[in-house]
């Protein structure tokens, strides 16, 4: 079982649609949560981190579920240039600080 | 944030041959680790690059086939050794900033015929 399990789509949603990307991860003991978003031939970029407690950064909101081990981002309005690959990413608390990464969901938003 | 650079940003290699990439931040780091990401694929970490010490690599990674330099804070470098075409990748290094977010590099696209 892969330690960070995404959806891989692709996602087709007409603009301003709502969209929501759902991540699993396998150790019960992870850290730090993330969504990167990365567009084709770039590097990923972070576009937030998800707290236990949920959070809102415009028309996207994250929450984490830690009891089920189970991570969301939601995307209000799509935009054309919301259409990329969003990417669930985890550390793990073992000491090592590097990040785990998901395979990645792809969202293309039409007009 | 960082600003990251990284160099070459793409090479057509020789199967073979070896090909060092550099990368730079305009920051001191304490962490910044090498990633590797397969077409089609996502992320996989090669090493964590440590400064002053020998790089800590993950299973599957060795260090006669990927040499790292961590000469200081803010460079490194990332060697891809008798490079055969399944070595054909994006390179990226990252650097941590604060507690657990990374910023990447813009990656470095090897070709390897």
């Known amino acids: 079982r892969k330690e960070v399990e995404q959806d891989p789509g692709p996602f087709n949603v007409p603009e301003g649609a709502t969209v929501a990307f759902n991540c699993t991860y396998s150790n019960s003991a992870s850290q730090s949560f993330f969504w990167y978003r990365q567009d084709c031939r770039k590097e990923p970029k972070l576009l937030m981190s998800v707290y236990s407690s949920g959070n809102e950064d415009g028309r996207f909101t994250a929450q984490l579920n830690r009891a089920s081990q189970y991570i969301s981002l939601l995307i209000r309005d799509s935009k054309l240039s919301d259409s990329a690959t969003y990417l669930c990413?985890?550390?793990?608390?073992?000491?090592?600080?590097?990040?785990?990464f998901g395979s990645g969901t792809r969202l293309q938003v039409q007009p | 944030s960082a600003v990251i650079s990284q160099k070459p940003s793409r090479d057509i290699c020789q199967r073979g041959t070896s090909l060092t990439i550099q990368c730079q931040v305009d920051s001191q780091v304490t962490m910044m680790f090498w990633y590797r990401q397969q077409p089609g694929q996502s992320l996989t970490l090669i090493a964590t690059?440590?400064?002053?010490?020998?790089?800590?690599?993950e299973s599957g990674f060795v260090i006669d086939k990927f040499p790292i330099s961590r000469p200081n804070l803010t460079f490194s470098t990332l060697t891809v050794s008798n490079m055969s075409p399944e070595d054909s990748s994006i390179y990226l290094c990252?650097?941590?900033?604060?507690?657990?977010?990374?910023?990447f590099g813009p990656g470095t696209r090897l070709l390897v015929l």
């Open positions: 690059a440590n400064q002053g010490s020998e790089a800590t690599y």
């Open positions: 990252s650097v941590e900033v604060d507690s657990g977010t990374q910023y």
């Open positions: 990413v985890v550390t793990f608390n073992t000491g090592r600080r590097a990040l785990t």
